[in-house]
């Protein structure tokens, strides 16, 4: 379909993408920490979740661990997982990862970089990192940069 991204770039940062790189062997991944919204009676609940890429970009691996609510989130418990699922990688390097659009399910809740496509003629494409739509990419699909 026209429009719909193919590899979107995503630049390191000291934010939502403080943990993206390149590991020894080229390997690209992404290590960060979805949430999924308190929805009427639902708490909500927060995980970490690791996605590993091959070179060209296409998802190899996704580890994906709850944590339960935020309101009962243990925070050292969670960066402990971030640092363990860190060094699993061996060395790497943080920089800019560019990885095709991908979508998982984890507790019957969807994962990944989730494309929207556009629902008129007036909408647009978009790449949603789900769940939490906390990183949304936009055209032109190299540029690195998200909007939260």
């Not at 390997?27 to 970490?48: K, M, S, Y």
């Not at 979740?49 to 709850?66: I, M, T």
Request: hydrophobic residues 40%; glycine residues 8%.
């Amino acid at each position: 379909m026209e429009g719909r991204p193919t590899l979107i770039a995503i630049e390191h940062d000291d934010y939502h993408a403080e943990h993206v790189g390149v590991t020894g062997d080229g390997r690209q991944f992404i290590l960060t920490t979805p949430f999924d919204p308190a929805v009427g009676t639902n708490l909500g609940c927060e995980f970490v979740a690791l996605y590993v890429f091959d070179k060209a970009g296409h998802l190899l691996e996704a580890k994906v661990d709850s944590f339960g609510p935020r309101s009962s989130l243990d925070e050292s418990t969670r960066r402990s997982l971030l640092d363990e699922r860190l060094a699993s990688l061996g060395d790497i390097s943080f920089k800019r990862v560019e990885v095709a659009p991908f979508e998982i399910e984890h507790l019957g809740i969807k994962f990944g970089l989730i494309v929207r496509e556009p629902e008129d003629d007036d909408d647009i494409w978009a790449v949603e990192m789900q769940p939490g739509n906390y990183m949304a990419f936009f055209e032109p699909w190299d540029s690195g940069e998200y909007d939260t």
